[in-house]
Structure formats: structure tokens, C-alpha cells
């Protein structure tokens, strides 16, 4: 058994503690002194755990400095969303309020639009109804100027009236309404604003071939009434040449004055009608001017003037025409006028005598049978009697005479001045 050495304590003094020393556990692992109520306590400190908890601490570091980062980002990225949303709201408020706006203006326009094309078409149907109500007078005035223009008679056709609301070449009032939707009416803003433009050139046209045709029949009017005041001119000449008097306003002639504006149509037609009245009244006028042969197609056997007397063989006065034709061959007034004389008068033996007026009187005698009574109202044309033998005659032939103021005018003037009047009347 091995013994223990001994030694020997020295002595130690009070007032100077020894110097503690750690203990190897201490040395080889750090150690934590807590003091309380004056007591030391030293806990010994695990490396791992100390590393642990430093990386435990570190990554709670990280955590909250991630979540702080987190949530700050979170908010930025929120306020920034928050304000591209409000941007957008406010860029789609004024989008819809521009596209509002936008509708509105063509809703505004369209209502223009077709208040202008409703007052367009208003005044086409106002033109074609005054066209409508010229055309009786417009058709007979054709009628009475028929010789004048032979083509003319079917110049001046009108269209069909149309009725209200009627379709106007593809037009009809109320069209360029669009609907009530807001977004409805941007669709359809376009396709309304095409459909607008190609009604106004629909207009456009029928104004413009309304326009034509009008100036096309002004133009047909005012040449007719040229035509008609040359024969009015030259009828006048005739007649005053023949000692005829003219009705009153018979004159022609004065400056060119170009009719405008709306009524050149009202113009042309009241011109023409004035000119063609007073033409009628001239032809009228003429009509009671002897012309022409009281046995047409007969061929004349004595003049007018100096003659043999086939009865006394000595030279005479012959103050007519004598036509040779058979007994009973119609004999027809050569103008209109009132008998005056049907009976037996001398020499003439059955004799007709008609007033023509202005002092002009014809004779037709040597009739076998008289067809007229006194007083009697004739016109050109009018069968008076039948030739004959009857008086101071060889055979049976006509005896035509032609007086003015009682005095013999040579016939054979008015007979070729049928050819001069036939244009004219």
C-alpha cells in the first residue's frame, strides 16, 4: 500500500487572499460571472450553444431587417399602386369625358345635319309643289305654242308629287338620329357622319338637276318667246301694211333684261303667256283680213282692171277677180267678218257681202244658191253660197271682189297673201 506524501501548509496570512486561479474546465471553456446579493455564480458557456445563439440572434437581426425592409417596400409598392390606380381612374374619367364630349358634339352636329337637310328637302318639296302647280298653265301654254316649237309639246314634265315622309331619292327626314347610348352613338358617330355626307350629295344632286331642268325649260321659254315676238313683229308688219289696224300693245322690242332668282321661271312663263296672247290676238286680227281664194284650187279667167265688156265689146272697168267653175262649186269666205248683204243686188245678181272691219268688205257674186243669212257672225272658211250664172253674167263663174272704204282693191294682193300669213297663223 503506497502512502500518501504529506506536506507541509505553510502559513498563509489573512490579509492576502491567494490568487484564484481558473480551473482547467475555465480554461478551456469561457465562463460567465452573475453576481448576486453578493454572491458570485460562474456559468460556463458552451461554444456551440454561444454560436447558436449568435446565429440565432444574427438571423433574428436579418429577419427583422428583411420584415422592416419588407413591410416599407410592401408600402411603397401599395402607395405606388395605389396612385397608378388613381392615375388610371383619372385617365379613364377623362377618356369617358372626352368620348362624352365627343358624342355630344356629334350628336350636335347630327341634329345641324339634319336640320339643314330638313330644311333642304322642305324647300325642294316647296320648288317641286310650285313646279307642280305651273305645270297646267306650262302644259297649255305648250299647247298655244305648239306651231311656234313642234318638239316642245312634251318639253316641260314634271315628277310625281311626293307625299309626307315620303322617300326622296333614298332620303327620308329623321335618318341621321342615332340612338340613345352614349357609347352607342361614338360607334356609330362615323357611320352616321358617311350616311350624312352622301344624303347632302344626294341633295346636292337633286338640287342641282331641279336647278338644270329649270334653266333648261327658262331657256325653252325664252326661245319660244323669241320665236313668238319675231312673228309677232312680222305679223304686225303684214297687217299694218294691208291698212289692218293692231290690237292695242302690239308693239315689240326694248332692252334685254336677264331674268335671276327664283321667279325667272314665274317670269318666263308670264312673258311667254303675255307674248303669246297678244300673238293670238294678231293671228285673230288676221284672220279677219281677206287672204287667200274663195275657190281654192280654181284657176282665175278675168282680172282685175281694164277689160273687153263681154258684152258690149268696148274696154270697161272689171273691178274683181272672176274664177271659172262649174255651177254649185262651194264658195268659202277668204276672212271672218258679218254679212251685210245676202241677196239679189243689179248686175250681181245673188250676191253675199261680209264686213271683215276697218272699212275692208268682200263681194262674192253671180251665186246660184246663198248659204248665209243677214247679220250673220262668219269665220274664214264659211261655205256663203254656190257659183253660179245669176245676173250680169256669160256662165256660171265667180265674181270675187275686195273693197276698202267702198272703193275696189286689186284681190289678187290678199289671194298671195295667204302664202305670206300661212307661217304665222
Known amino acids: 500500500m503506497t502512502s500518501t506524501p504529506k506536506f507541509r501548509s ?55 431587417m428583411a420584415s422592416s425592409s419588407y413591410l416599407y417596400l410592401r408600402d411603397d409598392l401599395s402607395q405606388a399602386s395605389l396612385m397608378r390606380q388613381a392615375k388610371m381612374r383619372h385617365l379613364y374619367e377623362d377618356r369617358i369625358s372626352s368620348l362624352r364630349t365627343q358624342v355630344d358634339l ?45 318638239d316642245s309639246a312634251n318639253a316641260f314634265v314634271l315628277p310625281k308629287k311626293p307625299q309626307k315622309n315620303e322617300v326622296v331619292l333614298g332620303l327620308k327626314l329623321g335618318s341621321l338620329v342615332g340612338t340613345n347610348n352614349p357609347f352607342a352613338q361614338s360607334h356609330s358617330a362615323q357611320r352616321s357622319t358617311v350616311v350624312a355626307h352622301h344624303e347632302a350629295d344626294i341633295l346636292d344632286s337633286v338640287e342641282s338637276s331641279l336647278a338644270q331642268t329649270e334653266r333648261v325649260q327658262i331657256a325653252e321659254l325664252s326661245l319660244l318667246k323669241q320665236r313668238a315676238d319675231r312673228k309677232l313683229k312680222k305679223l304686225a308688219s303684214i297687217l299694218s301694211k294691208q291698212g289692218k289696224k293692231l290690237p292695242k300693245n302690239a308693239g315689240v322690242g326694248g332692252p334685254l333684261i336677264e331674268l335671276k332668282g327664283g321667279a325667272a321661271l314665274v317670269d318666263s312663263i308670264n312673258a311667254l303667256d303675255s307674248t303669246l296672247g297678244m300673238l293670238q290676238k294678231m293671228r285673230h286680227a288676221a284672220q279677219s283680213l281677206p287672204h287667200g281664194s274663195p275657190t281654192p284650187g280654181k284657176r282665175i279667167s278675168s ?50 257681202e261680209v264686213d271683215h272691219g276697218d272699212g275692208i268688205t268682200t263681194r262674192y257674186a253671180h251665186l ?35 273693197r276698202r272704204g267702198g272703193r275696189t282693191l286689186n284681190p289678187i294682193h290678199f289671194v298671195r297673201l295667204a302664202k305670206r300669213l300661212k307661217p304665222y297663223l
Open 106 to 150: 356629334a350628336t350636335s352636329r347630327q341634329m345641324l345635319d339634319q336640320q339643314v337637310v330638313e330644311n333642304r328637302v322642305t324647300k325642294l318639296l316647296l320648288r317641286q309643289n310650285e313646279l307642280g302647280a305651273l305645270q297646267e298653265h306650262v302644259s297649255r301654254l305648250f299647247k298655244r305654242s305648239a306651231p311656234l316649237s313642234p
Open 303 to 352: 282680172r282685175y282692171g281694164t277689160r273687153k265688156d263681154p258684152f258690149t265689146k268696148r274696154a270697161a272697168v272689171h273691178g274683181g277677180l272672176d274664177y271659172r267653175a262649174r255651177r254649185g262649186t262651194p264658195v268659202r269666205a277668204t276672212a271672218s267678218g258679218r254679212v251685210i248683204k245676202a241677196k239679189r243686188f243689179g248686175g250681181y245678181g245673188k250676191l253675199v
Open 368 to 402: 246660184s244658191k246663198i248659204r248665209v243669212k243677214l247679220g250673220q257672225r262668219i269665220k274664214k272658211g264659211t261655205r256663203v253660197g254656190d257659183v253660179g250664172s245669176t245676173g250680169r253674167s256669160t256662165g256660171p263663174h265667180l265674181h270675187y271682189e275686195v
Open 10 to 64: 505553510l502559513p498563509v496570512s489573512r490579509s492576502a487572499k491567494p490568487k484564484s486561479r481558473p480551473h482547467r474546465w475555465q480554461r478551456q471553456h469561457p465562463t460567465v460571472t452573475v453576481r448576486t446579493d453578493g454572491k458570485e455564480r460562474i456559468y460556463k458557456v458552451n461554444p456551440l450553444v454561444t454560436s447558436a445563439l449568435f446565429c440565432t440572434g444574427a438571423l433574428l437581426i436579418i429577419g427583422l
